[in-house]
């Protein structure tokens, strides 16, 4: 089998496209941002990988995809359950080897508590979601973290677009970055799914033993779900920016959640929602 290193990058597609302007049409090669499924599947010692989720995403980062899920899920407590991170190596079908993502625990995996019929898309997250209620029962509230100026805080929309390379070449991915109370940029991640993003970022933290990630700022491109809340709560991640509006369960969940929510950072200017003593106005 090749081995999993040797694989091609593939986040990004090649297409021919006819771009029609100026009342002409010409014909020429453009780039996409690779969308393609894949299977989360868990075991534990001596049982067989049974899937719990399958997501939509660009491939890259997978294995930290996998563990993040499962962490900001509530599936997994933490580093020390994880045994392995691998490929599925059994399946019939090359062409999906890299589409299939086994995480093997180092204790036994109860499939029956994680039958939530997990379906992510790369555009609402997950599909009948566990209730507010239900979240807090496996998320605290997160720690008071730093103070963050409101210089920083208008800064982090340009340097999340600065470090960008995919969305350059396709002008179609969301990304998520996580910054300290600088400003600093400490890492990155795209996806054509927001959620995705986040769930990276948290996954490469908990392979590191970084968790939790008290003393990072997270900043989203586009809006701030309640999915992307409850995630970033499970990363321990005090202070949540974004370029657009949060919808009104991701603010009551920030608030009930102990998040400093700021949304619509652009032209200099942002709105904060909930626990907005960590801005040093």
Not at 170 to 188: C, E, K, R, V
């Amino acid at each position: 089998m090749k081995d999993p290193a040797e694989r091609p990058r593939r986040s990004t597609s090649s297409v021919r496209v006819r771009t029609v302007g100026g009342g002409l049409v010409s014909e020429r090669p453009d780039r996409l941002a690779t969308e393609e499924p894949m299977e989360i599947r868990v075991s534990g010692p001596g049982q067989e990988a049974t899937p719990v989720a399958v997501t939509m995403r660009t491939p890259g980062a997978d294995f930290e995809l996998a563990a993040g899920f499962l962490f900001t899920e509530g599936l997994i407590s933490g580093r020390e359950e994880i045994a392995q991170v691998s490929y599925c190596e059994d399946l019939p079908d090359d062409e999906q080897l890299f589409n299939v993502v086994t995480v093997r625990l180092n204790r036994p995996w109860n499939a029956d508590a994680a039958k939530r019929n997990f379906y992510t898309t790369s555009s609402c997250g997950i599909c009948g979601k566990a209730s507010l209620d239900e979240v807090e029962v496996h998320c605290s509230p997160v720690a008071p973290g730093p103070e963050v100026a409101s210089d920083v805080i208008r800064s982090l929309p340009g340097k999340l677009r600065e470090g960008q390379p995919v969305f350059d070449q396709t002008g179609g991915l969301h990304a998520a970055g996580l910054f300290d109370a600088t400003g600093s940029l400490t890492a990155l991640r795209e996806d054509v799914g927001r959620h995705n993003a986040v769930d990276k970022l948290v996954g490469e933290a908990l392979l590191a033993n970084g968790l939790p990630l008290t003393d990072r700022v997270l900043q989203v491109s586009g809006r701030v779900s309640f999915e992307i809340v409850q995630k970033a709560a499970m990363g321990g991640l005090p202070v949540i920016a974004a370029i657009s509006a949060p919808s009104s369960l991701a603010v009551e969940a920030g608030d009930r959640l102990g998040i400093t929510i700021v949304g619509f950072v652009r032209d200099d200017r942002f709105n904060v929602y909930s626990h907005a003593y960590r801005i040093a106005f």
